[in-house]
């Protein structure tokens, strides 16, 4: 039996400046996006019928129906380009849930680039941009996974700035583990143009980041352990919080530093990586 395993790689926001707040309720941003090596994993293999099943240690949260963007992105790469096979998908759900990085849309990216292979579509990312980019302003940049300049709701892509940090730079993740609801950090934006990104990363911030400390106190208690370290070279939240992160030069720093994390507060989550 065919079975095709990909990584739903966790997208970053190395910086986020929102500039308006559009009539709609949504908001005009620029941010550059950047992805870790590791993520959430979508497994996919021949089946009757399109199923959902979840595992993973954040996998308790999400649902197995139609609510869930695995199953929402498999219906729509169906309808799309006219598939009558179906497939079992197992989502491995390794990421904390609503914390700033990307997982549902990785998630529907990773199943939209597993089910392009299993059912032998031969389509490119453009194609499935095509057929899945309305499931979140996300999705568009998490089907190639690639660093990249976005801009509107984050869905106009370019290349990113040459300052951007190479691939395989070590990153250290960490999230408290509190609940930071995208929309009510949104609504707590202040209104205010900090004006446009900077091509320098000395410029580069999160704006959403007071509001979503205001949400949850810890984001602050973060970004403040991760800067008290001193050898991360940038320190910022991701997305709309609640995770946090820290670019270091090696890969004995980003270890020292998750290990002093983990000992000041063994209840919150890390992850190291490195970026792609």
């Known amino acids: 039996m065919t079975v095709i395993a990909e990584t739903a790689y966790a997208k970053i926001n190395l910086a986020l400046h929102v500039r308006a707040r559009r009539s709609d309720g949504y908001h005009e941003i620029e ?3 950047a992805f870790c090596a ?6 996919v293999k021949p089946a009757n019928d399109l199923t959902l099943s979840i595992t993973g240690p954040f996998g308790d949260a999400l649902p197995v129906d139609e609510g869930n963007l695995v199953l929402r992105a498999a219906q729509a790469i169906q309808a799309h380009f006219g598939v009558a096979k179906g497939a079992h998908i197992t ?23 597993a089910l392009n292979s299993l059912w032998g579509l031969g389509v490119d990312d453009a194609r499935l941009i095509v057929a899945i980019g309305s499931l979140g302003a996300d999705v568009a940049v998490c089907v190639a996974s690639q660093s ?22 070590p990153i250290l993740l960490v999230n408290p583990l509190k609940p930071c609801p995208t929309g009510a950090v949104y609504k707590g934006w202040d209104g205010a143009d900090r004006g446009s990104l900077a091509i320098m990363r000395s410029g580069w911030r999160n704006d959403l980041t007071p509001s979503a400390i205001l949400q949850v106190p810890e984001i602050g208690m973060a970004l403040y352990l991760l800067d008290d370290i001193g050898t991360a070279s940038l320190v910022r939240m991701s997305g709309s919080g609640a995770t946090c992160f820290a670019l270091f030069d090696d890969v004995a ?12 507060q063994p209840g919150w ?3 190291a990586s490195v970026l792609r």
């Open 31 to 33: 941010t550059l996006f």
């Open 38 to 43: 590791d993520g959430d994993g979508i497994i």
């Open 91 to 113: 989502l491995d759900k390794r990421l904390p849930v609503a914390a700033g990085l990307g997982g549902g849309s990785a998630d529907a990216a990773a199943t939209a680039r």
């Open 148 to 169: 990249a300049l976005g801009r509107g709701l984050g869905d106009q892509l370019s290349p990113p700035p040459a300052d951007m940090p190479e691939a395989g730079t």
């Open 253 to 264: 720093d980003r270890d020292e530093a998750q290990e002093e994390i983990a000992a000041m």
């Open 269 to 271: 989550w890390t992850c």
